[in-house]
């Protein structure tokens, strides 16, 4: 499985094979382009000589900021969101030992549950986590029973609603136009 969801195939790869970064990126994918956010793991990557949580978790704050803010820095407002990855890691490595996939794999979890632990993470709001739980689900062979019904409309088949639905540049399109439809029908709602 090789997820497309930045167009860089070094950033891509990273998501693909460390659930970590993937993680990450679906934290950092808020007031950027989904490109943008989900290639800041392999900013940090590169920058850290790896993406190890425990070596995230354990970093110096201060220094954590300065590498999150470094250009081109790892997202729009680095300060706040270095902060947010570093409670994340320390949240999976406290809670989960260090290893993402145990969210979605210790005691055989069904898809509501899988919610409820990501729900639980630093900076995951109910969408945010339906998305995650999605994206999971469509592009990373995780499919706890019912996940789709937990992911809401985020889960259905053929949707081109957020970043679970990104696979090339022809989705990633698709789902720009989703999200700006619905944004221009919510201005006219309140207008």
Known sequence: MTLWLTGDDAADRLLSEDPFALLIGMLLDQQVTMESAFAGPAKIAERM???????????????????????????????????????????????????????????????????????ALPGFGDQKARIFLALLGKQYGVEPEGWREAAGAYGEVDARRSIADVTDPTSLAEVRATKQAAKAAARAAKA
Not at 97 to 105: E, F, K, N, P
Request: proline share 7%.
């Open 49 to 119: 000589g790896g993406l190890d949580v425990h070596q995230v978790a354990d970093a110096d704050p201060d220094e954590f900021v300065a590498l999150c803010s470094t250009p081109p820095a790892v997202h729009r407002y680095p300060g706040s969101m270095a902060g947010r990855i570093q409670a994340v890691a320390r949240e999976v490595v406290e809670t989960y030992h260090g290893d993402v996939a145990r969210i979605w794999t210790t005691g055989d979890p069904d898809g509501a549950t899988v919610l409820k632990r990501l729900k």
